[in-house]
């Protein structure tokens, strides 16, 4: 009986598949909100940037790193997330499944509780909920790509999204907005900024600009305790609103990737 028992959970659990990253490769998990282009109207969101529903998301990323020691790094904008861990992580033997489950279900369940603590005049109208997905980066370099990518995609979408609702708040409809923007080139939009609604887009608030990155740095206070040996580094959590396209930050900040 206990034998059958035995072979039944063997051949069930037969059918569990390995997902396993790659190992000694940056992890990357990306959360995005579901649906937050409706979520954000339901929750009338200033646009193109609700600076408030940014916070939050940046309180749940530092809550994400306090919980979850392997991530060295994230950067986040609008409704999205990445989570950089270390390369030499084990967390959850490295399967991809539960990286991603845990991390999303946390960053959700954060994001619901904190949320009065940021909008404490507007009720939270139904559960949000994020997408997430893992990808593997076999070297810094490639990694370093990947995060410039999102903060370039952060300016090209501000950009835009700026002149889109000075458009629309000057009394252009949505559709009309959508064409007299299509094709237009960056240098276009800036001169549109700056023509029709004297907005100089580089100065506008730098968290809209760049989005935010937010880090671990060793503290300089580690010291010796009585037993000998090593306490824990002390570790600060820093939220930046950085170029990371640039080298020079990676320069600086020498210890986030090492
Ligand atoms: P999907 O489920 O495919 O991700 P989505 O509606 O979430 O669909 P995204 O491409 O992720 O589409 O875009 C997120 C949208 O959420 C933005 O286009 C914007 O309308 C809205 N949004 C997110 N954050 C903010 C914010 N801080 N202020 C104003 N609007 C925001
Ligand atoms: P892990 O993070 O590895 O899943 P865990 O502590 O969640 O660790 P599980 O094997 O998932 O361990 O077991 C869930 C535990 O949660 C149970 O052992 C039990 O102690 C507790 N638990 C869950 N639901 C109930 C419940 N309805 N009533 C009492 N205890 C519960
Ligand atoms: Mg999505
Ligand atoms: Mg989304
Ligand atoms: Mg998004
Ligand atoms: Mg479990
Ligand atoms: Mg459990």
């Not at 392997?70 to 999205?80: A, H, K, M, P, T």
């Not at 959850?92 to 990286?99: N, P």
């Not at 629309?168 to 959508?178: F, I, L, M, P, R």
């Amino acid at each position: 009986d206990n034998e059958i028992k035995k072979i039944k959970a063997e051949y069930v659990r037969s059918f569990l598949f390995e997902n396993k990253l790659m190992p000694s490769t940056w992890i990357v998990i990306r959360i995005d909100g579901c649906h937050f282009h409706r979520f954000s109207e339901v929750h009338e969101f200033e646009k193109p940037n609700d600076r408030q529903a940014l916070n939050l998301m940046n309180s749940c990323a530092v809550a994400v790193l306090e919980e979850f020691k392997d991530i060295v790094f994230s950067y986040g904008v609008s409704d999205e997330y990445s989570f950089v861990l270390s390369k030499d992580s084990k967390f959850y033997q490295r399967q991809a499944s539960q990286i991603v489950s845990v991390i999303v279900s946390f960053f959700s369940s954060a994001y619901v509780m904190k949320w009065k603590d940021f909008f404490p005049f507007k009720e939270l109208k139904y559960p949000p909920s994020f997408d997430g997905r893992a990808v593997c980066y076999p070297s810094t370099e490639i990694l370093q790509d990947y995060l410039a990518w999102r903060q370039v995609d952060c300016h090209i979408n501000n950009q835009y999204n700026t002149c889109f609702w000075m458009l629309v708040k000057s009394g252009k409809s949505k559709s009309e907005a959508q064409s007299y923007l299509k094709g237009t080139q960056t240098r276009e939009k800036n001169e549109l900024l700056i023509r029709q609604f004297n907005i100089d887009y580089n100065t506008l608030p730098i968290m809209f600009l760049r989005g935010s990155s937010i880090f671990r740095i060793k503290g300089e206070d580690s010291v010796m305790p009585e037993n000998g040996t090593f306490e824990e580094v002390k570790q600060e959590i820093i939220l930046s609103h950085s170029n990371i396209i640039e080298d020079s930050f990676w320069k600086e900040h020498p210890s986030i990737l090492c």
